[in-house]
């Protein structure tokens, strides 16, 4: 069972989260890797915006082949309202359920969101980073904070996403002439580190492998929650 720290309740009101994102991001640290890792994991969430129900799931794939070596996922109940910039709330504490369930402790953590690359600098991956401490990584599909120009159209090639003075993540082509997707450090990472392991996660699609393929469980989880039984 992959372990976590408990670090708040999640049953919380929109003023007590914000208040919480600002006292932990006192505790984030971006940095370089130790070590060469040799997994990835890939978490994603589905859900309807005014739905309670929650469908989570984490994938492993060996980095070196891209291979899977385990899926896990829940389906529960979101203690929290959809509100954006809070989404954690909502999500991270299906996330832990399904955590608890891997047998295999990845190495390196990549969300279907973002790190710093947020208005408090405390995104998905940057909050649950803290909770699972593990070098952890947003690659987002669209842009919560931040201004970039857009990046030169073959693979590769990225721009500093910028927000209040600071650089707070990538606007990264993984395709030639395909839209950027966003990649910013959450915890116990850098900027660097996490554009390299995203092209390293190349299957042919916009979207690196293990978030991909963390998107395609999720959803074949809420089908088969969704579609009555025989």
């Known amino acids: 069972m992959a372990t976590y720290q408990n670090l708040h309740p999640w049953t919380v009101t929109p003023a007590e989260a914000v208040a919480l994102q600002q006292r932990l ?9 130790p070590a060469e890792p040799e997994t990835i994991a890939g ?3 589905s859900f309807n915006k005014y739905e309670e129900t929650v469908y989570a799931g984490i994938v492993v794939l060996r980095l070196s082949t891209l291979e899977v070596l385990e899926e896990v996922g829940v389906v529960s109940t979101a203690p929290f309202p959809y509100v954006p910039g809070l989404l954690t709330f909502r999500e991270g504490p299906a996330l832990i359920e399904a955590w608890q369930k891997l047998t295999i402790e990845p190495d390196v953590v ?6 710093i ?5 405390m995104g998905i991956a940057t909050h649950m980073g803290l909770w699972i401490n593990r070098p952890s990584f947003g690659c987002g599909k669209s842009v919560l904070a931040g201004k970039f120009d857009d990046p030169a159209p073959e693979r590769g090639n990225w721009t500093p996403m910028l927000h209040r003075g600071d650089t707070i993540g990538a606007a990264l ?6 839209n950027p997707v966003f990649v910013s450090p959450g915890h116990l990472i850098d900027l660097p580190t996490a554009i390299d392991l995203t092209l390293r996660c190349d299957g042919g699609y916009r ?5 991909r393929r963390a998107h395609l469980f999720v959803n074949a989880l809420r089908r088969e929650h969704l579609s009555p039984s025989d």
């Open 25 to 33: 991001r006192e505790r984030v640290r971006i940095e370089p890797l």
């Open 43 to 45: 978490c994603d969430i």
């Open 110 to 115: 990549m969300f279907d969101g973002h790190g």
């Open 117 to 121: 690359a947020h208005p408090r600098r």
């Open 173 to 178: 082509r993984t395709k030639n002439k395909v």
């Open 207 to 211: 979207l690196p492998e293990p978030t």
